[in-house]
């Protein structure tokens, strides 16, 4: 789970570029980072404060776990979660919001509710595997017994 996200790191606004030893996983940061241009839509609003959200609870998980943990993945499942609901009853009911949808708005939801889905997949993967007790840290050695 080794993810460069270098702007994540320094809490602006949230750009991932996955570096691949993650089995493929696909990271919503970029679909998030061009969110940012529809701030004056309800779906790039919802998207840049879930963006924040993520941020704001992952950094100090990584802090506090010294590195790239399982754990990080729960704060995605509490953000990326309601974000796809909501985009799906948006795509729905274009109405739903403070304006009916634009063109542009709708291709936006349907980038973020695809790569959402499949990194909330990945994400509920990780967090059962870290509720089972698979606390590594990628590229940290563990501490042996003595």
Do not use: K, Y
Not at 40 to 50: I, S
């Amino acid at each position: 789970m080794l993810r460069a996200t270098f702007t994540e790191c320094l809490g602006l606004i949230p750009c991932s570029a996955d570096v691949g030893a993650d089995l493929g996983r696909s990271d919503p940061g970029a679909g998030q980072c061009v969110a940012v241009f529809f701030l004056d839509t309800p779906t790039g609003r919802w998207a840049a404060w879930a963006s924040v959200f993520v941020v704001s609870t992952n950094i100090p998980i990584m802090l506090i776990e010294g590195g790239m943990s399982r754990l990080m993945a729960v704060p995605h499942l509490l953000a990326w979660g309601p974000l796809v609901v909501m985009l799906f009853l948006r795509l729905a009911n274009p109405h739903v919001g403070s304006a009916p949808s634009t063109a542009s708005e709708s291709a936006l939801m349907w980038a973020l509710l695809l790569v959402n889905s499949v990194s909330l997949c990945f994400d509920t993967l990780d967090t059962w595997r870290w509720c089972r007790g698979e606390r590594d840290i990628p590229g940290r050695i563990p501490h042996e017994r003595l």
